[in-house]
């Protein structure tokens, strides 16, 4: 059975153009509730290791100097079937190719600065939650 909790971040891109209270309107909009919700900086450590698992990937450098590049707002949220219906309401990783009404097709800029971050599966939602929030942070 799908989990009903999922892991977000409102990326550098889109706090930094003041899109943030828009985002988290389409999120709560969408059925989903806040069970824990953060503004915070990502250290170059931070960023290394909530992204390990892109390590080898080529745009790996790139990705933590644009993740540490200002304030990110990090949530776990709740919902049914949360992992997966929180990847349709973002969208597809490259904007270009993102769905019509998703937040990713509004607000992102490119496909590195793609406005938000959505887990990909219950157990790296319940790892990256974690990685931010202790249970007496959340709801
Ligand atoms: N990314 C990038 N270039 C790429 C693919 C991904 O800069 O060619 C960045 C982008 O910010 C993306 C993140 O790396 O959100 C993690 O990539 P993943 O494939 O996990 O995409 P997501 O799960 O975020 O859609
Ligand atoms: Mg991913």
Redesign the pocket.
Known sequence: MAGTKTFTMI?PDATGAGHTGKIIDRIIGAGFSLKAMKLTQLTREDAESF?A??RE???FG??VE??TSGPIVAAILEKDNAVEDF?TL?G???PAEAAEGTI?KEFAE?????A?????SDENAAIEGAFFFSTRETV
Not at 110 to 114: G, L, T
């Open positions: 990326k992204y698992v892109h990937r080529p745009f790139e990705l644009y993740m990847r973002i597809a990783t490259n990713r490119s496909i590195a600065a793609n938000v971050h959505g887990s990909d």
